[in-house]
C-alpha cells in the first residue's frame, strides 16, 4: 500500500489523515465575549420560532458573535431607554434623596418598560 500524506490541501480546505480517512480541519472562529441574557433569550427564540435562521448562523459558525453583538446593542439601548425615561419623567437623585421609596418604585418601573422595549424591538422579531 502506498504511504499517504498526513495532511493535504483541496479546495481551499485543510484535511488530516485520520486512519484511512481525511477529515477536514475546520475550526469556529474565536469569540470570547458573553452572549448574556439578551442573547440567550434570542436564541431561545431563534430555536423555537426561526430554526432555519437558528441552523445557518450556527452551521456557519456566526451564531455566537451574532448573539454577543446583539446582547451589547441590547444592553447599550437599554441604558439609553432608562435614561431617557429618567429625563422625562423627573426621577432625579433629589428625589432619590428626599424619597428612597418613591425612586425605588418609578426606577423598577421604568426598567421594567424598557426591558419590555427591548423584548418587544429586538429579541422576539
Known sequence: MEHLPKKIHHNGISYTLVGDYYIPDLKLPEENRPI???????????????????SELLLSGKLWTYLADLNEQADDRLACIISQMQAVEGITEELKARDQLAWVGAMNSIRSRAEEIIRSEMIYV
Open 36 to 54: 448574556g441574557r439578551w442573547g440567550r433569550m434570542h436564541k431561545a427564540f431563534l430555536q423555537e420560532h426561526r430554526p432555519g435562521q437558528y
